[in-house]
């Protein structure tokens, strides 16, 4: 090994990525049933091409990161509840990834759907 001192490299963390961490974190919080489009571009994209990320939206300001999230609510469940436990799973599973604070997770809830009562 040498003993000359490189410079630190970059790490680079695309939107993509931290919408695709977003959108698995929400996924997986109780009540959410799935991610809803944004607006009918994004509905018909989705159609066209399957997109992980589909109800995330990233932005960066001031180099803090702000998340919108598009979900579907189990009807049944608490809507204010459900919402606030995806927030609160979505930013501790982004900043435990990314190793950066969240500057704030927003949640629109665009539908209530019915489970099979089968």
Do not use: W
Not at 7 to 15: Q, Y
Not at 44 to 66: H, K, M, N, T, W
Request: net charge neutral; hydrophobic share 45%.
């Amino acid at each position: 090994m040498s003993d000359r001192s490189l410079p630190p490299g970059r790490v680079i963390i695309t939107h993509k990525a931290i919408a695709t961490l977003a959108s698995q974190a929400a996924l997986r919080s109780y009540g959410v049933v799935g991610m809803a489009s944004r607006n009918l571009v994004d509905g018909i994209v989705y159609l066209l091409a399957r997109d992980p990320r589909r109800g995330v939206e990233i932005r960066i300001i001031d180099g803090q990161v702000c998340i919108e999230l598009f979900i579907v609510v189990e009807y049944g469940t608490r809507v204010s509840s459900v919402a606030d436990s995806v927030a609160h799973t979505v930013r501790y599973q982004v900043e435990r990834s990314l190793g950066m604070p969240i500057h704030s997770v927003n949640i629109h809830v665009q539908d209530l759907r019915v489970s099979d009562v089968d």
